[in-house]
């Protein structure tokens, strides 16, 4: 059986194209509760290249890094719990690559992967300290002519929303744009700090690792539009995909799971908050820093297992309603933001990738086959990602890592009447 390989090139410096500015920036509040210096591994499957698509993708971010200059510094911290970026222009780690292998042959590498995720993600020298690093990338180029970017970026600049909007920047320049079509604000400073709540006494709170297993679920779009036809059948109201996905994935899990009739189920979620600020930041389109705020529901076993689809839905439509007054209040110093972040086997957080933009980015060769992310180390909180299918197909794929190996067959079987 064929060894299917990949061979790196030495990482090296890619540094804006030109001068950019130099000096400190701070992060907004939001940035600072996003998740620390947390890197976030994705694999950016595309079906067609070039042999010119690696130094092509290089030189666009080259390019890219002249307008989203705070990208090509470093984070520091000087004081304990007060991230800046210091503008130095030294750029991003880039690594070129090849493999020995179709990637038909490596099943588009979908999951489970038959390739080590560490062959895909790019490895800076040894002494490189990750923490402060903002953007690493890999191209790896197929026998087919197709590619894959792996990419290690930090939460702490942006969010997927964010994130996306740079890399459609970076794809601009790779299609020869003069400039990227929609301008970047920094403005960190613009966004409010919220009042400073009492401190509270005690221990450091204690995780419990629960070894999730990792499913991957495809949610027909014939079987959301059903459940979007019910529910305007039921309530004279629209519904979202998410909203559908969420209701359908709540209900499996908590049938699975089968807590006691009177134990709480969370369900947390991040809801963009960007519509929120205006007049607060130049530019809400180019506004690429953490903007988003944590809402959910709270309820108990028995509730979510007697509800129907229909109701749960309506449970998460009226959370978010509450997004505005929430995130003011919390702006206030009143509502905590991790509330429906708790790490009891009850809570679920889903967090919807498929809306941010990145199966949009095209370098000019087409958008990509698919996007998947590729952080596989957090067990302490039951999660769920939701990604655009690869094409063709249509609906809505589910990344779960939520429950635990003995749930593991009846919350498969339970989604899979919805596949």
């Known amino acids: 059986?064929?060894?299917?390989?990949?061979?790196?090139?030495?990482?090296?410096?890619?540094?804006?194209?030109?001068?950019?500015?130099?000096?400190?920036?701070?992060?907004?509040?939001?940035?600072?509760?996003?998740?620390?210096?947390?890197?976030?591994?994705?694999?950016?499957?595309?079906?067609?290249?070039?042999?010119?698509?690696?130094?092509?993708?290089?030189?666009?971010?080259?390019?890219?890094?002249?307008?989203?200059?705070?990208?090509?510094?470093?984070?520091?911290?000087?004081?304990?719990?007060?991230?800046?970026i210091d503008c130095t222009g030294e750029g991003i780690w880039f690594v070129e690559a090849k493999a020995n292998c179709s990637l038909e042959e490596v099943n588009f590498l979908e999951m489970p992967l038959t390739i080590p995720k560490e062959q895909l993600l790019p490895q800076p020298p040894p002494q490189t300290k990750f923490q402060y690093e903002i953007l690493l990338v890999q191209v790896t180029e197929y026998t087919c002519g197709g590619f894959t970017v792996g990419i290690s970026s930090s939460h702490l600049v942006y969010d997927g929303v964010g994130h996306a909007q740079f890399m459609k920047a970076v794809a601009e320049m790779a299609r020869g744009l003069p400039k990227p079509t929609v301008e970047p604000v920094w403005c960190r400073e613009n966004i409010p700090v919220p009042a400073k709540a009492p401190a509270h006494g005690g221990p450091p709170p204690s995780f419990t690792p629960f070894n999730f297993t990792t499913s991957i679920v495809d949610i027909s779009g014939g079987s959301i539009n059903r459940i979007k036809d019910l529910y305007m059948a039921e309530t004279g109201q629209r519904s979202s995909t998410f909203e559908?996905?969420?209701?359908?994935?709540?209900?499996?899990?908590?049938?699975?799971?089968?807590?006691a009739p009177e134990a709480e189920i969370r369900l947390g979620f991040l809801a963009n908050t960007r519509h929120l600020l205006h007049g607060v930041l130049p530019s809400v389109e180019g506004y690429y820093g953490n903007c988003a705020y944590p809402i959910g529901i709270t309820k108990s076993s028995e509730e979510i297992n007697e509800a129907s689809l229909v109701e749960v839905i309506s449970f998460i439509q009226g959370a978010k309603k509450t997004l505005s007054s929430k995130f003011e209040d919390w702006i206030n110093g009143g509502t905590e933001a991790n509330q429906y972040m708790s790490s009891d086997y009850g809570t679920l957080v889903v967090s919807d990738w498929s809306k941010?933009?990145?199966?949009?980015?095209?370098?000019?060769?087409?958008?990509?086959?698919?996007?998947?992310?590729?952080?596989?180390?957090?067990?302490?909180?039951?999660?769920?990602?939701y990604l655009k299918p690869p094409l063709p197909k249509i609906g809505i794929r589910l990344v779960l890592r939520c429950v635990k190996e003995e749930h593991s067959a009846v919350f498969c079987a339970e989604l899979s009447k919805f596949a």
């Open 244 to 259: 559908v996905a969420t209701a359908i994935l709540l209900k499996c899990r908590a049938r699975a799971i089968d807590l």
């Open 356 to 385: 941010m933009g990145l199966n949009e980015v095209d370098f000019g060769w087409g958008p990509p086959r698919s996007v998947m992310p590729l952080n596989d180390n957090v067990d302490f909180i039951a999660s769920a990602i």
């Open 1 to 84: 059986m064929k060894s299917h390989k990949i061979t790196k090139s030495p990482a090296v410096r890619v540094l804006p194209s030109s001068n950019t500015p130099s000096g400190i920036l701070p992060f907004s509040s939001i940035d600072r509760c996003a998740g620390g210096t947390v890197l976030i591994d994705t694999i950016h499957v595309f079906t067609y290249g070039s042999v010119e698509a690696a130094p092509r993708i290089r030189d666009a971010f080259a390019k890219a890094l002249v307008y989203y200059y705070p990208i090509a510094g470093k984070i520091i911290e000087k004081n304990p719990g007060e991230p800046e």
